[in-house]
């Protein structure tokens, strides 16, 4: 299979892969759900915190929802989650709108493919073993690209308590590094204010 260069993509998933580095079957998917998001909210890209997006992972696919959503962690309106899940919650302030979009179980890879991407990870694949890989990435793309929004993606409106607006606090000093710290961020280590990595962590199993 022949493959695209960037120039032959659509101009806002250009864009993504220029703010992300590459091109991936990831990034195609984020560039999926931001446009999903904006045509069916009615919105555009987010010039302040107009739009709020909960992904439920921290794979190449955000990083397309940053660039076409508007939505980045310095703004306050990208919420991470740690799910290690396909799913993204756009919300509309404006309309107080918000849907759910997760990728479909059989959109993953297949149990060869697996096996020979977990080779890649360690390094470990031939050049004809790669060259399966590339080819498989490119027809992925492709299929991600051109299949229909509900056979990609499970869509649905949900219900939520909106997002309270990024907020910005005072600083104190940590006085055990010197260094500045957010004030809810701020622990106390022997009656004097420390930051996170200078506190004591106290767990018993809980």
């Known amino acids: 299979m022949e ?5 032959q993509y659509p101009s806002e998933l250009r864009d993504a892969i220029r703010f992300h580095g590459h091109v991936c079957p990831g990034l195609v998917i984020g560039y999926r759900v931001a446009k999903v998001a904006r045509l069916v909210l009615g919105v555009e890209r987010s010039e302040d915190e107009e739009l709020v997006a909960i992904v439920e992972n921290d794979a190449c696919s955000v990083d397309a929802i940053q660039s076409l959503l508007g939505c980045t962690i310095g703004k306050g ?17 404006d309309s107080g709108r918000a849907i759910r979009i997760a990728l479909k179980s059989d959109a ?6 697996e096996v020979l991407f977990q080779k890649a990870q360690k ?12 080819t498989f990435r490119q027809k992925r793309m492709e299929e991600f690209l051109q299949m229909e929004d509900a056979d990609l993606f499970k869509i649905e409106g949900v219900e939520l308590n909106m997002p309270e607006k990024a907020r910005i606090f005072r600083s104190v000093r940590c006085h055990y590094c010197g260094e500045k710290v957010m004030e809810p961020r701020a622990r106390i280590r ?11 962590e106290y767990s018993r199993g809980w």
């Open 77 to 93: 309106n990208l919420i991470y989650r740690d799910y290690g899940k396909q799913v993204y919650t756009i919300i509309s302030r």
């Open 108 to 113: 993953g890879r297949p149990p060869e493919i």
């Open 3 to 7: 493959m695209k260069t960037s120039e």
């Open 123 to 134: 390094n470990e694949v031939s050049t004809e073993e790669q060259e399966i890989l590339n």
């Open 190 to 200: 022997d009656g004097e204010v420390a930051c996170i990595p200078c506190s004591i």
